[in-house]
């Protein structure tokens, strides 16, 4: 369990943040101003509410568009990074974080750029016999206290809880949860979001999450 949702029996909406979408279209009326955090969080809740669903999933290998809100995903002198690599849960803030394997920890930090992931947790673990990490983004600057690299968790110990914007990196409160096969030197942080370019070689290190989540309807 990762958060304190049963996916076989809680109402969850799978929510699409691609150019397909056509609530993020450019002429949509009224536009919807991602920059604006506080629009952002009201139109992902309203979404859900709408739904009747108590979590919103998704994401894994997405062509997104809501990256564009960030200079921090666009650098004038790289290809934009508009692939998502991990799986997204929104939920709200204050939601408690569960470690879905034993493992110990590897490495945190807070990532406090305008659209980063703000405090991050990155845990690594022994998974069918190989080393498998995973990334814990967006959570509460209060989650990394007390933390120490090397520290023990066992699955289903209490790890984090989802932030509050702005202190998440300034997104609507959400769970980022990426698996990495390596961290090629990275400590506290990792691209969560890679360009074109670079889709099948990140694709390759970072398996689909929802290995370990099963949640209905996402690709396994």
């Not at 099963?214 to 690709?219: A, E, K, Q, V, Y």
């Amino acid at each position: 369990m990762l958060l304190p949702f049963d996916f076989s029996t809680d109402p969850f909406l799978i929510l699409d943040f691609s150019a397909t979408n056509p609530d993020l279209a450019p002429n949509r009326q009224p536009p919807l101003d991602l920059t604006n955090t506080a629009a952002f969080t009201d139109y992902v809740f309203g979404t859900l509410r709408a739904a009747g669903a108590r979590v919103g999933v998704g994401g894994y290998n997405e062509h997104r568009v809501i990256y564009r809100r960030s200079p921090h995903f666009q650098q004038a002198t790289q290809s934009p990074r508009e692939i998502h690599l991990g799986i997204d849960l929104w939920a709200d803030a204050g939601t408690p974080v569960f470690s879905p394997l034993d493992g110990v920890v590897h490495s945190f930090q807070d990532n406090a750029n305008f659209g980063d992931y703000g405090p991050t947790i990155i845990l690594e673990h022994t998974y069918e016999g190989k080393p498998l990490y995973s990334l814990y983004g967006h959570l509460t600057r209060s989650s990394l206290d007390g933390l120490y690299e090397g520290k023990p968790v066992r699955a289903g110990d209490k790890l984090a809880e989802i932030g509050p914007y702005p202190e998440n990196g300034d997104w609507p409160p959400h769970l980022h949860f990426q698996l990495m096969t390596d961290m090629f030197g990275h400590r506290g942080d990792f691209p969560g979001v890679c360009s074109l370019t670079d889709r099948a070689y990140y694709l390759s290190i970072c398996p689909d999450p929802n290995q370990l989540l099963h949640i209905p309807g996402l690709s396994q």
